[in-house]
């Protein structure tokens, strides 16, 4: 069976759950750029790539502000015309285009950055950092492309209902690092990790 309609059928659930979410907590973009743990930064900084929030998705803006302050180099994605996703230097208050699909983006001629920490929307995540997106891919062929020319820490910024049991992952899918909602951080590479080694402990010679 294919998980396309599996996929689909989620998407429409999750844009349900998220909307819900964010009705009920109008102060979740404050309560979660509180709440970043700022030692992401100084791992995995100081090239920060942010958002322009869509629909109900976690506004990023308070904490790119934050992360500003505190000497992260900000830049936000754009999609060119071939359709790749690339990230493009941008410091708030400076103006961005009205792009396809609604989108606010930077100009064509702001300076191209290689991020490496990079805040990402989606519509669900589960415990072992795989993502909902909106099925076009721009997040998963981008990162691809800046894992292959070297690290590329990826950081979900959702509410807390946007977690579910498992998402549907395909070989092509780019794993999350971490996640931070309005009530605290979810490191999912620990976890990814951590049941790596539980399933080698039960591949041993001792195993039932």
């Known amino acids: 069976m294919s998980q396309l309609p599996d996929k689909t059928q ?19 973009a404050e309560k979660l750029a509180d709440l970043f743990p700022m030692k992401l930064l100084d791992r995995y900084g100081p090239v920060v790539a942010g958002y322009v929030a869509i629909n109900e998705e976690i506004d990023p803006k308070p904490l790119m502000e934050r992360l500003m302050r505190a000497g992260a180099e900000l830049c936000l994605p754009r999609i060119e015309d071939d359709g790749r996703m690339t990230w493009r230097l941008w410091t708030p208050g400076e103006p961005l285009e009205r792009r396809p699909f609604g989108l606010s983006e930077p100009a064509n001629d702001a ?10 929307p989606l519509l669900a995540f589960d415990g ?7 099925g076009k891919g721009h997040y998963d062929t981008a ?20 977690q579910i049991d498992s ?9 999350l690092d971490w996640a931070v909602t309005p009530i605290g951080s979810v490191p999912l590479f620990m976890m990814r990790n951590m049941k790596a080694l539980n399933a080698a402990d039960g591949d041993g010679p001792d195993a039932a």
């Open 10 to 28: 989620l998407r429409h659930r999750m844009r349900t759950i998220r909307a819900e979410a964010a009705a009920r907590d109008p102060d979740a």
């Open 111 to 120: 300076p191209e950055a290689h991020p490496t920490l990079v805040l990402t």
């Open 128 to 134: 072992m950092g795989n993502r909902l997106g909106y």
């Open 143 to 162: 990162l691809t492309s800046l894992r292959s020319e070297g690290r590329a820490f990826a950081c979900a910024l959702a509410f807390a209902a946007q």
């Open 167 to 175: 998402v549907p992952a395909e070989p092509h899918d780019q794993p």
